[in-house]
């Protein structure tokens, strides 16, 4: 496989990750920070997916989505996270030609799927407002379970695209990547060869797995939105809204960096703003998801009390 993405001009075995600075008191404190972000993640994601688990009260499909989620998140950052965790306090920074392909592919993978649960889960708050009597019959296991499939059909159909089109290109050196881990853009500025085909595969791909979701998005909460406002209640609108601020929060940190990532020419993108960009769809967002969907969910705050027997949530 390798020789085949190498091709007959490429003689590079493995790349350098240039990650974020050369300076070691500045690592030390990246390493305490990162490493800080990246084990809450992985807590509070898991703690999401434990209490879910265990409380059949969140055995629903708004729940059932929501840790397919976190499950997702917890891929996503430790598919990057721990490396450059080694390598904010090792001398060696390198990472295999084979390791950077297998990293792009996953984390890939991982994203598109994301980005499209995202239209799933606004779909089922759709359907939960629009049609509450109808909720439980239109959301079956079943369907929910092929919606599941579908992103994840998504993902790895379309990850092995991006992934192939990247690393079929010639790499004759430099093996500099001016990143913290294997991400596309980066590495197809260390091409031997004109990348203009790849710029346009990216639009193309983003334009399907990012602007089609946030535009199915949009149109499904101009839904929810009318009708809650012909809601009579002030509580019942303010609690419909409260549903649905969470999960427009977490698709807005997640779809504009990306977009800005994957849609933009080659040329106009700036490794350091590249590196922020990275940071804050991939750590950042995947941080605060479980904080932005448990902070004002009174359910997970009583499977919470409930599961570790503190005492009973506040109705």
Not at 106 to 129: C, H, K, N, Q
Not at 142 to 165: D, E, H, K, P
Request: hydrophobic share 50%; proline share 4%; charged share 10%.
């Amino acid at each position: 496989m390798q020789d085949f993405l190498l091709g007959n001009c490429s003689s590079l075995t493995e790349f350098i990750l240039l990650g974020f600075s050369g300076n070691t008191k500045i690592n030390v404190i990246l390493f305490s920070v990162f490493l800080f972000l990246y084990l809450v993640t992985l807590l509070g994601n898991g703690l999401i997916i434990t209490l879910i688990r265990k409380d059949s009260r969140l055995h629903t499909p708004m729940y059932f989505f929501l840790s397919v989620l976190s499950i997702l998140d917890m891929g996503y950052v430790t598919t990057t996270v721990p490396q450059m965790l080694v390598h904010l306090v090792s001398k060696k920074k390198t990472i295999s030609y084979v390791g950077c392909v297998a990293q792009m592919y996953i984390f890939l993978m991982l994203g598109i799927t994301e980005s499209w649960l995202f239209a799933i889960m606004a779909y089922d708050r759709y359907v939960a407002i629009c049609h509450p009597l109808r909720y439980n019959v239109i959301m079956s296991p079943l369907l929910c379970g092929l919606m599941v499939a579908f992103c994840g059909f998504w993902g790895t159909s379309c990850a092995l695209i991006y992934t192939i089109s990247a690393m079929i290109l010639p790499y004759c050196g430099p093996n500099e990547i001016n990143h913290f881990f294997c991400e596309v853009p980066a590495v197809l500025k260390l091409a031997c060869a004109d990348t203009s085909l790849n710029d346009q595969v990216d639009f193309i791909l983003g334009f399907i797995l990012l602007l089609v979701p946030l535009s199915l998005i949009i149109i499904v909460y101009i839904n929810i939105f009318a009708a809650i406002l012909r809601i009579h209640s002030s509580q019942g609108r303010l609690k419909a809204f409260s549903t649905c601020a969470s999960h427009i929060t977490v698709v807005t940190m997640f779809s504009i960096p990306c977009m800005v990532m994957y849609m933009r020419p080659g040329s106009d993108a700036s490794p350091e703003e590249d590196k922020k960009l990275a940071l804050f769809y991939n750590v950042i967002s995947a941080f605060l998801n479980p904080i932005i969907y448990s902070l004002r969910n009174k359910d997970v705050k009583r499977a919470f009390l409930k599961v570790t027997g503190w005492g009973n949530a506040p109705e």
